[in-house]
C-alpha cells in the first residue's frame, strides 16, 4: 500500500497544529497586553495589573509580577524535567517488544509473561510509592525515578531471563512514579509560589503539549538510532538511560524538596512502617467517604486502561481493515497520533485559558468583594465546575471513537481503515485533553497531605484492569474490547455527569451564599 494517504493527514495535521499554536500564542500577548479598567487597583502613582502598569501621567510600560514571574520560573523549571524523562519513556516504547521477540528471540508466552510482570509490579508498588513520596519527599522519589528506571535499561541490554523479569519489576516501579510523584511535586510547588488554578492549568496544558512533541520527536530518534546500530534493538535503551541521568542532575540542581503530610517524619517511620499500612488506610477511607474522589479513580481505571489497551489494539485493528497489512506505515501512523494528542492539548488551553472566564470580581457580592481570599475561592470553584464539565465530555468523545471503530465492522476497505484511523486520532486528542484534566480536578480536590498517596492508590484498579484484558487474550477479541472501552467509558462520562458536577455547582454556590 502507497504511504501517500498517511503523509499527507500527518503533514495536515502538522500544519493544524502549527497554526492552532500560533493563534493561542497570539490571543495569549493579546491578553496579556489588554487592561480591564474595571478590574484595576488604584494607587497614588500607578496602576498595576497583570504584566502592564500604567504610570502617572498615562504611559504604559511592561511590569513583571511576583505571580508571573513565579509561573514562568515553575513553568520552565517542570517542563524541562518532564520533557527529559518523557523523552527517555518514550525511547524506550517502540522497541520493547522487538527486543524481546525478535532480538532475544524469546517465545511469545515468555513476552507475555514479562509484560504482565510489569503491569503487576505497578499495581503493587502504585500505592506505596505514593505514601513515601508524600512522606519521604516529592523530589527524594523523583531521583529514585531516574535512578531505577536508568537501571531498568541496563538490565535490558541483557538476554537472561530473570534480568528482564527484573527489569520489568523496576520499570512497573518506576511507571508509578511517572504518573503520580512529578505531578503531586508540580501541585504542591504551584500551592507554595501561591499560583492560582488557571495558572496550574496552563502549565499542565503546556506539559501535555511537550509530551506530544516529545514523543514525536522520540519516535524519530529510536528508529534512526536502530538503524545506525544495523537494527539492533539496545541502543534506544543506552540513550534512555543516558537521558534519565541527565534528568537526574537537572532535579538535583533545579527542584526544591515538598512534602504530605508528615513531613520530616520518614526516617523515623522507614523502620516501623515501612510499607505504611495505617497511612493507606486513611487515604482508602478518605477514598470511600468521597463520591467525588470515587469517581476520579473510576475515570482514571478506565480512561488510561482503555488508553493502554488501545496500544495493544490499534495496529492489528488498522490490519484487518486495510486490503495492504503489510505496507502500512505504523511510523508515520504513530506521529499522526502524536500530534493529533498536541491538538487536543491545544484545544484544552485555548478553552480554558481563551473561552472561559471565570466569574469577575466586579460581579461578585459586595461582601464576596471585600475578601480577596472569598473571590479566588470562587473563581478556583467556577474553574473547577469546567473540567469537571471537560471530564464528561471527554470520556463521552472516547467512547464514540471506539464505538465507530466496531460499527465500522472488520471488512477490507481502504475507506473503513481510514475511517478507524480518524476514529483513533480522535482518541489521541481525548488524551491530549484528559491528562491537564485530570490531573487538574486531583490537584484541586485532593488535599496535599494525601495527594501522592491518592493519586497512585488510584493506578491499583487501573493495572489490574490491564493484567486481567491482556490475560484474557486481547489480540484475539479487539471487537469486544472496543466495545467494553466504548461502554465503560460512557458509562464514565454519565457518572461524572450526574455526581461530580453537581456536587461541585453546589458547592460554588453554597460558597457565593456564606
Same mark, same amino acid.
Given at each position: 500500500?502507497?504511504?501517500?494517504?498517511?503523509?499527507?493527514?500527518?503533514?495536515?495535521?502538522?500544519?493544524?497544529?502549527?497554526?492552532?499554536?500560533?493563534?493561542?500564542?497570539?490571543?495569549?500577548?493579546?491578553?496579556?497586553?489588554?487592561?480591564?479598567?474595571?478590574?484595576?487597583?488604584?494607587?497614588?502613582?500607578?496602576?498595576?495589573?497583570?504584566?502592564?502598569?500604567?504610570?502617572?501621567?498615562?504611559?504604559?510600560?511592561?511590569?513583571?509580577?511576583?505571580?508571573?514571574?513565579?509561573?514562568?520560573?515553575?513553568?520552565?523549571?517542570?517542563?524541562?524535567?518532564? *520533557?527529559?524523562?518523557?523523552?527517555?519513556?518514550?525511547?524506550?516504547?517502540?522497541?520493547?517488544?522487538?527486543?524481546?521477540?525478535?532480538?532475544?528471540?524469546?517465545?511469545?508466552?515468555? #513476552?507475555?509473561?514479562?509484560?504482565?510482570?510489569?503491569?503487576?509490579?505497578?499495581?503493587?508498588?502504585?500505592?506505596?510509592?505514593?505514601?513515601?513520596?508524600?512522606?519521604?519527599?516529592?523530589?527524594?522519589?523523583?531521583?529514585?525515578?531516574?535512578?531505577?528506571?536508568?537501571?531498568?535499561?541496563?538490565?535490558?541490554?541483557?538476554?537472561?531471563?530473570?534480568?528482564?523479569?527484573?527489569?520489568?519489576?523496576?520499570?512497573?516501579?518506576?511507571?508509578?512514579?511517572?504518573?503520580?510523584?512529578?505531578?503531586?511535586?508540580? #501541585?504542591?510547588?504551584?500551592?507554595?509560589?501561591?499560583?492560582?488554578?488557571?495558572?496550574?492549568?496552563?502549565?499542565?496544558?503546556?506539559?501535555?503539549?511537550?509530551?506530544?512533541?516529545?514523543?514525536?520527536?522520540?519516535?524519530?530518534?529510536?528508529?534512526?538510532?536502530?538503524?545506525?546500530?544495523?537494527?539492533?534493538?539496545?541502543?534506544?535503551? #543506552?540513550?534512555?538511560?543516558?537521558?534519565?541521568?541527565?534528568?537526574?542532575?537537572?532535579?538535583?540542581?533545579?527542584?526544591?524538596?515538598?512534602?504530605?503530610?508528615?513531613?520530616?517524619?520518614?526516617?523515623?517511620?522507614?523502620?516501623?512502617?515501612?510499607?505504611?499500612?495505617?497511612?493507606?488506610?486513611?487515604?482508602?477511607?478518605?477514598?470511600?467517604?468521597d463520591p467525588i474522589l470515587l469517581v476520579l479513580g473510576l475515570t482514571q481505571t478506565i480512561f488510561e486502561g482503555s488508553m493502554y489497551l488501545f496500544v495493544f489494539i490499534w495496529v492489528p485493528t488498522l490490519q484487518e481493515s486495510s486490503p495492504y497489512p503489510s505496507s502500512?506505515?505504523?511510523?508515520?501512523?504513530?506521529?499522526?497520533?502524536?500530534?493529533?494528542?498536541?491538538?487536543?492539548?491545544?484545544?484544552?488551553?485555548?478553552?480554558?485559558?481563551?473561552?472561559?472566564?471565570?466569574?469577575?470580581?466586579?460581579?461578585?457580592?459586595?461582601?464576596?468583594? =471585600?475578601?480577596?481570599?472569598?473571590?479566588?475561592?470562587?473563581?478556583?470553584?467556577?474553574?473547577?465546575?469546567?473540567? *469537571?464539565?471537560?471530564?464528561?465530555?471527554?470520556?463521552?468523545?472516547? *467512547?464514540?471513537?471506539?464505538?465507530?471503530?466496531?460499527?465500522?465492522?472488520?471488512?477490507?476497505?481502504?475507506?473503513?481503515?481510514?475511517?478507524?484511523?480518524?476514529?483513533?486520532?480522535?482518541?489521541?486528542?481525548?488524551?491530549?485533553?484528559?491528562?491537564?484534566?485530570?490531573?487538574?480536578l486531583r490537584g484541586s480536590l485532593i488535599a496535599n497531605e494525601h495527594r501522592a498517596t491518592l493519586s497512585a492508590l488510584f493506578r491499583v484498579p487501573l493495572n489490574i484492569f490491564v493484567v486481567v484484558s491482556l490475560l484474557t487474550g486481547v489480540s484475539s477479541a479487539r471487537?469486544?474490547?472496543?466495545?467494553?472501552?466504548?461502554?465503560?467509558?460512557?458509562? =464514565?462520562?454519565?457518572?461524572?455527569?450526574?455526581?461530580?458536577?453537581?456536587?461541585?455547582?453546589?458547592?460554588?454556590?453554597?460558597?457565593?451564599?456564606?
Amino acid at each position: 500500500m502507497d504511504s501517500t494517504f498517511y503523509q499527507y493527514q500527518l503533514g495536515w495535521l502538522a500544519v493544524i497544529c502549527t497554526v492552532l499554536l500560533a493563534f493561542e500564542r497570539y490571543l495569549k500577548s493579546k491578553k496579556s497586553a489588554t487592561v480591564n479598567l474595571k478590574e484595576l487597583s488604584v494607587d497614588e502613582e500607578t496602576l498595576e495589573v497583570g504584566e502592564v502598569t500604567l504610570q502617572s501621567n498615562g504611559a504604559a510600560v511592561p511590569a513583571i509580577t511576583p505571580r508571573s514571574g513565579a509561573l514562568g520560573t515553575l513553568m520552565r523549571k517542570y517542563l524541562l524535567v518532564y *520533557a527529559i524523562v518523557m523523552g527517555a519513556d518514550w525511547l524506550q516504547g517502540p522497541y520493547v517488544y522487538s527486543l524481546y521477540r525478535e532480538q532475544y528471540a524469546f517465545p511469545e508466552r515468555q #513476552v507475555a509473561v514479562l509484560f504482565v510482570t510489569g503491569f503487576i509490579s505497578a499495581a503493587v508498588f502504585a500505592p506505596l510509592v505514593g505514601v513515601w513520596a508524600d512522606t519521604y519527599g516529592r523530589r527524594r522519589i523523583c531521583l529514585l525515578f531516574c535512578v531505577l528506571y536508568a537501571t531498568t535499561c541496563g538490565l535490558l541490554l541483557f538476554p537472561f531471563f530473570p534480568l528482564l523479569l527484573l527489569a520489568r519489576v523496576f520499570g512497573g516501579i518506576s511507571t508509578s512514579i511517572l504518573f503520580s510523584a512529578f505531578e503531586s511535586w508540580l #501541585v504542591s510547588s504551584s500551592s507554595n509560589a501561591a499560583l492560582h488554578s488557571e495558572d496550574l492549568s496552563i502549565i499542565m496544558g503546556r506539559a501535555t503539549l511537550v509530551n506530544g512533541f516529545v514523543a514525536t520527536a522520540a519516535g524519530i530518534v529510536s528508529n534512526q538510532l536502530v538503524e545506525w546500530n544495523d537494527g539492533g534493538f539496545r541502543s534506544p535503551f #543506552v540513550a534512555s538511560g543516558c537521558l534519565l541521568l541527565l534528568a537526574w542532575a537537572v532535579i538535583s540542581g533545579t527542584w526544591s524538596e515538598n512534602y504530605g503530610g508528615g513531613a520530616g517524619a520518614g526516617v523515623a517511620q522507614v523502620s516501623a512502617d515501612i510499607f505504611q499500612i495505617r497511612r493507606l488506610g486513611a487515604a482508602w477511607r478518605i477514598v470511600t467517604a468521597d463520591p467525588i474522589l470515587l469517581v476520579l479513580g473510576l475515570t482514571q481505571t478506565i480512561f488510561e486502561g482503555s488508553m493502554y489497551l488501545f496500544v495493544f489494539i490499534w495496529v492489528p485493528t488498522l490490519q484487518e481493515s486495510s486490503p495492504y497489512p503489510s505496507s502500512l506505515p505504523l511510523g508515520y501512523i504513530f506521529s499522526a497520533f502524536m500530534v493529533s494528542m498536541m491538538l487536543g492539548s491545544l484545544i484544552y488551553t485555548f478553552v480554558t485559558a481563551h473561552w472561559f472566564r471565570p466569574t469577575p470580581t466586579s460581579a461578585l457580592p459586595k461582601h464576596t468583594r =471585600s475578601s480577596s481570599v472569598s473571590s479566588l475561592s470562587l473563581q478556583g470553584n467556577s474553574t473547577l465546575a469546567l473540567h *469537571a464539565q471537560l471530564s464528561a465530555l471527554v470520556c463521552a468523545a472516547a *467512547a464514540v471513537t471506539f464505538a465507530a471503530c466496531v460499527s465500522i465492522g472488520k471488512g477490507k476497505s481502504e475507506q473503513g481503515e481510514h475511517l478507524k484511523f480518524w476514529a483513533f486520532c480522535l482518541f489521541e486528542a481525548c488524551v491530549g485533553m484528559y491528562y491537564p484534566v485530570q490531573g487538574m480536578l486531583r490537584g484541586s480536590l485532593i488535599a496535599n497531605e494525601h495527594r501522592a498517596t491518592l493519586s497512585a492508590l488510584f493506578r491499583v484498579p487501573l493495572n489490574i484492569f490491564v493484567v486481567v484484558s491482556l490475560l484474557t487474550g486481547v489480540s484475539s477479541a479487539r471487537e469486544a474490547v472496543l466495545t467494553t472501552c466504548a461502554v465503560v467509558l460512557a458509562i =464514565s462520562s454519565l457518572t461524572t455527569a450526574f455526581v461530580v458536577i453537581p456536587r461541585v455547582d453546589g458547592l460554588a454556590q453554597s460558597r457565593t451564599l456564606d
